[in-house]
């Protein structure tokens, strides 16, 4: 999955670059269905093809990439057993991760522009105008922040009027003017170049939830790997109809997780007789449950915990509270009163 993560990045750049040199319709980066052509594309599958109908423009962009990729003797992605449901999950991360880059990162690349444009950037410049280039493009960004924060800068409300592709655009003009810099100054302090969407030449941490959906995966995994391999719950089926009606068990069945579900004061029964218990049964007496979900990016992972719901409401737990817990007792009487002056 990290692999995939990591190509399917990098074939929406690919493709991304394309479609603005040749000024043709961005995709939409705030939908599911580009990611999920991405993906598809990636890890190779039977219905991988249909991209060619699906999306003619990306396949070409991924034919493009498909031989890059061959020249540098990466290993293409075999089809995994239960994909479909962690590339679900990936496609989440990744429609999430490319409005927080274009976010984070656009007054950083607005900034680096007006330098550029503006600014003292430039080895053959003397000290004296680095320091005015650089005072004007401070005054510019101080002055018009105002009107480029309410225009320009891709707050969440922004994103949902203009659209994505609206600061994909920018981004890449101002990408454009700092890769003319950096081939006119290969060296320039302070100008480094930047990619639209997030990439890396290594695998990033992708974090996968674990739960009732996407479990049969791994276990059918297991199951096609292992000839000896034993399914222990003999009345769940291995599927994930199965084992979303029946997550209690089999989320239980595969994950040790008793030592981390916590009693309440007023439960009567001991730790180990506790932990024996049925699902049902450590409902009336825990403090903390498992939620059934379980989060992982390979290395380490995190365990979902829930607070069963009691019958008190707030109302009885203020009606207990006694009236002699007052911060301030009745009939208290200050002896002085201090007061700050409002000029001060």
């Given at each position: 999955?990290?692999?995939?993560?990591?190509?399917?990045?990098?074939?929406?750049?690919?493709?991304?670059?394309?479609c603005l040199e040749d000024d043709s319709p961005l995709p939409d980066y705030t939908g599911k269905a580009f990611y999920d052509h991405c993906c598809s594309c990636i890890a190779t599958t039977a219905k991988t093809n249909l991209n060619t109908r699906k999306n003619p423009e990306l396949w070409e962009s991924y034919s493009v990439y498909k031989g890059k990729r061959a020249l540098t003797g990466l290993e293409e992605v075999r089809n995994l057993v239960g994909y479909s449901q962690l590339k679900a999950e990936l496609r989440e991360q990744m429609i999430v991760k490319a409005e927080v880059m274009i976010r984070q990162h656009f007054a950083k690349h607005l900034r680096l522009y007006v330098?550029?444009?503006?600014?003292?950037?430039?080895?053959?410049?003397?000290?004296?105008?680095?320091?005015?280039?650089?005072?004007?493009?401070?005054?510019?960004?101080?002055?018009?922040?105002?009107?480029?924060?309410?225009?320009?800068i891709p707050w969440p409300n922004r994103i949902g009027e203009n659209g994505l592709t609206f600061y994909v655009r920018?981004?890449?003009?101002?990408?454009?003017?700092?890769?003319?810099?950096?081939?006119?100054?290969?060296?320039?302090?302070?100008?480094?170049?930047?990619?639209?969407?997030?990439v890396s030449t290594t695998y990033t941490a992708s974090h996968i939830k674990i739960n009732g959906t996407t479990l049969p995966g791994f276990y059918l995994r297991i199951k096609k790997?292992?000839?000896?391999?034993?399914?222990?719950?003999?009345?769940?089926?291995?599927?994930?109809e199965s084992f979303q009606q029946n997550h209690w068990v089999v989320m239980c069945n595969a994950f040790d997780i008793s030592r981390f579900e916590t009693r309440s004061s007023q439960c009567p029964l001991p730790k180990?007789?506790?932990?024996?218990?049925?699902?049902?049964?450590?409902?009336?007496?825990?403090?903390?449950?498992?939620?059934?979900?379980?989060?992982?990016?390979?290395?380490?992972?995190?365990?979902?915990?829930?607070?069963?719901?009691?019958?008190?409401n707030g109302k009885d737990r203020a009606e207990k509270r006694p009236s002699e817990h007052l911060v301030i007792p009745a009939g208290y009487v200050p002896d002085i009163v201090v007061g700050l002056d409002s000029g001060m």
């Open positions: 999955m990290q692999q995939i993560q990591m190509e399917a990045w990098y074939l929406v750049n690919l493709h991304t670059l394309q330098q550029i444009a503006f600014g003292g950037l430039g080895s053959n410049l003397d000290k004296k105008v680095i320091k005015e280039k650089a005072l004007l493009a401070r005054k510019i960004m101080r002055v018009l922040h105002a009107e480029w924060s309410e225009q320009w920018l981004v890449w003009e101002f990408q454009s003017v700092v890769e003319k810099r950096m081939k006119a100054e290969p060296n320039e302090k302070g100008v480094r170049a930047f990619s639209l969407f997030p790997r292992e000839k000896a391999f034993y399914w222990q719950i003999a009345e769940v089926e291995v599927s994930t180990s007789e506790f932990a024996s218990l049925p699902v049902e049964g450590k409902y009336e007496h825990a403090s903390h449950l498992f939620a059934n979900q379980v989060t992982t990016d390979g290395y380490s992972a995190s365990i979902l915990l829930f607070r069963p719901k009691t019958e008190k």
